[in-house]
Nanobody, 124 residues
Framework: HVQLVESGGGLVQAGGSLRLSCVAS????????MGWFRQAPAKEREFLST????????TYADSVKGRFTISRDNAKNTGFLQMNSLKPEDTAVYYC?????????????????WGQGTQVTVSS
């Protein structure tokens, strides 16, 4: 089992940056792929990015490509999502998730473990 705790959300003006962190405990962090999702009010959960177990392979949704960067530090059991050039439409609750499945995991159903979420609000 993996427990995930996100932090780093908050209120930021459009064009600003935030760095989300996701600390994992339990199962060895390096044995799971990590992903980031978000969910805005009245919208479905949206895939943002995923990173492989060793941090070699990354995938991004078109909506965040070039603005967001996913990374991980397995020695510290922590994953990150650096978010730059934020827009009001990025406002949502952001979730990190962990998956034991091999391959590129872009579906919510690919992930067994989820954090509680952190709110990101971007003002115009």
């Amino acid at each position: 089992h993996v427990q995930l705790v996100e932090s780093g959300g908050g209120l930021v003006q459009a064009g600003g940056s935030l760095r989300l962190s996701c600390v994992a405990s339990g199962r060895t962090f390096s044995n799971v792929a990590m992903g980031w999702f978000r969910q805005a009010p009245a919208k479905e959960r949206e895939f943002l990015s995923t990173i492989s177990r060793a941090g070699v392979f990354t995938t991004y949704a078109d909506s965040v490509k070039g603005r967001f960067t996913i990374s991980r530090d397995n020695a510290k059991n922590t994953g990150f999502l650096q978010m730059n050039s934020l827009k009001p439409e990025d406002t949502a609750v952001y979730y990190c998730a962990a998956s034991r499945k091999p391959g590129t995991n872009m579906m919510s159903s690919d992930y067994e473990y989820w954090g509680q979420g952190t709110q990101v609000t971007v003002s115009s």
